[in-house]
């Protein structure tokens, strides 16, 4: 086949593509006004040769793509069946899909290597990125696309991905279709200068192209570039495309009310499909009447493909909660008679060394976290000098960064990461990250994609740390669905929660007390070997009892232990519960000791107001109330930071005589 055939094949499909996405636009468009079935279009008139375009540059099934909610083009470009594009649309059970769980044009296809996008603006350049290191970690020949609108480009997302990016020399093709307007904000509101090239020029080794993504030729030549460039591992590139956006932001919205008609003129002289056909036409690449019997195909297509999706069925209503996670069980093995005794910090340093001796996959990153340091809190010292700075290597100090990377990496289906948050205190930058992409994507793709990743963070006061080194966050946590939320208060269990976590195929929350890191009295622990494990959801009971139960995670464990201890001295049986995960939650076997002692003392270091102890207390009346001989009583921190002054944070966190006193009462209630 010569080049002359090679290039009018491809300019032929990149108009059959362009048709196909103008009909589906304005059929699309049609049932809205129909109100039959869809209720939420974004149109891509406009933007339909960029994205088709990037498409054609890509390999099916090897490459990746991150498209945004405009693309499409992309999409149909790749190969993504018309139907279930319909289908999705219209809120149907597509295959490949999400099952009427994500709006339509969040797309997500395994075979052709689409991981489930987001609404959140921006979030996908992260993901993308840590794809593209999965990518670079195992050596192969694959590139990744990601795409966004001149609006994301104010995202700290964009940025930090362009960052990480050239830092690692990724193989990662960002394109920015760039109509100008950022739903109604314009340009020169959104973009410093007005230039997104200019304003992203000072990353080394980015290539960056500015091209008209109307221009057949000249967008066809930056993408082939920017590809190339990525599969030859020379790093990232950006290329803008200047489009017009002819139509509205969504059905919802009214450009009337911002864009002038001068304006909406000039978007409509620059529509591409007429100017494509023109040049066509020009080239002799196809006559009027081959050109209007494509476009006749495809309009047939696209009528067929809303037909065939209409008749889809809804997803069932019963299922609507299910696929939150994705199956995991492990059995809890017997552990090792006669070892040694270890700390908290050594039990999780060596946790982290045998799960990466017997996976090749894991790979541990963070701030900090690499060569001599090891970690703030030496937690992973050696493991470059084990494993290799590829297996454990620092990032920039982003916690967005961290884990929209950790995403991207577990979708990969070839790394396992475990990533550090330095404090817990500082998670929140990276929080949208955490609850609203990682946590999320199992349910929202139907169970067709999973994050099987860990995110370490110390947490706790006790330390004189300040309001920004004591936070406890776990009722933040717990409240967030598709997260499983890990809280230690020992070694031997630090060490056998941390390799389950790294096991488990859904994203884990895992919380280390930093007071409890280096704290013999309470905390060492024979060490378990290198293949026992602790499944999630089973409490312990540290310390059996009958005449009332305290339940408690971290910190206050040891606290409870102590005043029960106390109190037997004097005859009162009191039985300590620790909890070690708050999500499964093990509830069972705090109704069982409720049943036995009638009284429940909940104690957590976190402010009182809508900590994690209400909901304990909320489901000891609805699933015990007949159990319970008194009021539920809590013992926590008091709503307020925690300070740094030893005198003024030991009145704010709860301490051994306030549990004491609490018990006290409720025993004689």
């Keep these: 086949m010569n080049i002359q055939t090679v290039i009018t094949e491809h300019a032929l499909k990149t108009l059959e593509c362009m048709y196909l996405v103008r009909y589906t636009d304005e059929k699309m468009s049609k049932l809205v006004r129909q109100n039959k079935g869809g ?5 891509v008139m406009g933007h339909e040769m960029i994205g088709v375009l990037s498409a054609l ?34 809120a149907r059970e597509a295959p490949n899909h999400s099952g009427g769980r994500m709006m339509p044009d969040h797309f997500s296809d ?5 991981p489930c996008q987001s609404s959140c603006v921006g979030s996908q350049f992260l993901h993308a990125v840590g794809m593209a290191k999965a990518i670079q970690l195992r050596g192969a020949p694959e590139v990744v696309y990601v795409s966004g609108g001149d609006g994301s480009t104010s995202q700290g997302d964009f940025h930090e991905a362009l960052n990480f990016s050239s830092i690692h020399k990724l193989p990662i093709v960002f394109v920015i279709q760039d109509n100008g307007w950022a739903i109604s904000v314009p340009a020169h509101e959104q973009t410093s200068g007005g230039n997104i090239a200019q304003m992203i020029s000072g990353y080394a080794d980015l290539a960056i192209f500015s091209v008209d993504g109307c221009d057949y030729t000249e967008t066809t030549e930056a993408l082939s570039q920017a590809v190339l460039k990525a599969r030859s591992n020379l790093g990232p590139s950006v290329v803008i495309a200047k489009v017009p956006r002819i139509s509205a932001h969504s059905n919802s919205d009214d450009p009337k009310k911002y864009k002038d008609a001068a304006a909406c003129a000039i978007d409509l002289a620059l529509d591409p499909l007429p100017r494509f056909e023109r040049w066509l036409l020009e080239q002799e690449v196809l006559t009027q009447g081959e050109l209007e019997q494509l ?3 495809c309009f047939e297509r696209v009528e067929q493909a809303a037909v065939a999706a209409d008749l889809m069925p809804f997803p069932k209503k019963e299922e609507a909660a299910t696929k939150v996670f994705a199956p995991f069980e492990v059995a809890e093995t017997p552990t090792t008679p006669g070892a ?49 700075k590829e297996r454990c290597f620092n990032t920039p100090l982003a916690e967005s960064t961290i884990i929209g990377l950790a995403v991207g990496l577990s979708m990969s289906g070839t790394c396992k990461p475990v990533a550090e948050i330095q404090f817990a205190d500082y998670f929140w930058t990276g929080v949208n990250q955490l609850f609203n992409e990682m946590a999320s994507i199992h349910y929202r793709s139907n169970g067709q994609w ?12 006790y330390i004189q740390g300040g309001p920004y080194h004591s936070q406890s966050i776990e009722a933040f946590l717990s409240h967030c669905p598709g997260l499983k939320v890990v809280i230690p208060s020992n070694a031997a269990d630090a060490k056998r929660l941390l390799k389950t976590a790294i096991r488990d195929p859904n994203p884990v929350v895992f919380l280390e007390h930093k007071a409890l890191y280096r704290q013999r009295l309470f905390c060492a622990r024979p060490e378990p070997g290198a293949d026992e494990l602790l499944p999630f959801g089973k409490a312990a009971i540290v310390r059996e009892g009958t005449d009332a139960t305290v339940v408690g995670w971290g910190m206050t464990v040891f606290m409870a232990v102590e005043v029960a201890d106390t109190l037997a ?9 620790d909890l070690r995960t708050l999500v499964p939650l093990d509830f069972a076997t705090v109704l069982a000791s409720l049943k036995k002692t009638g009284k429940l003392l909940i104690a957590h270091e976190a402010p009182r107001n809508c900590g994690f102890g209400a909901e304990l207390a909320a489901r000891a009346v609805e699933e015990g109330f007949f159990s319970l001989d008194a009021p539920v009583v809590r013992v926590t921190g008091k709503d307020c930071p925690v300070p740094y ?25």
């Design 645 to 669: 002054c030893k005198d003024l944070e030991n009145a704010v966190l709860p301490q051994t005589h306030d549990i004491e006193a609490a018990l006290r009462s409720l025993i004689n209630f």
């Design 39 to 43: 209720t939420f279009h974004l149109p």
């Design 569 to 577: 001295k004097e005859g009162i049986s009191v039985e300590v519960i």
């Design 110 to 114: 395994p075979q052709l290597r689409l």
């Design 295 to 297: 476009k006749k195909e």
């Design 450 to 461: 999973n994050c099987p990743a860990v995110i370490r963070m110390p947490y706790g006061g």
């Design 57 to 90: 540059a890509l390999k099916p099934g090897v490459d990746w793509g991150f498209p945004y909610y405009r693309d499409r083009s992309f999409a149909v470009g790749l190969g993504c069946s018309l139907e279930e594009l319909f289908g999705v649309f219209l």
């Design 340 to 388: 040694e005794s270890v700390v908290l910090m050594d039990a999780l340093n060596h946790a982290l060394a045998e799960e990466m001796e017997r996976d090749p996959t894991v790979v541990v990153f963070g701030q900090d976290v690499a060569h001599g340091k090891g970690g703030v809190f030496g937690i992973t010292r050696t493991l470059t000098d084990r494993f290799g």
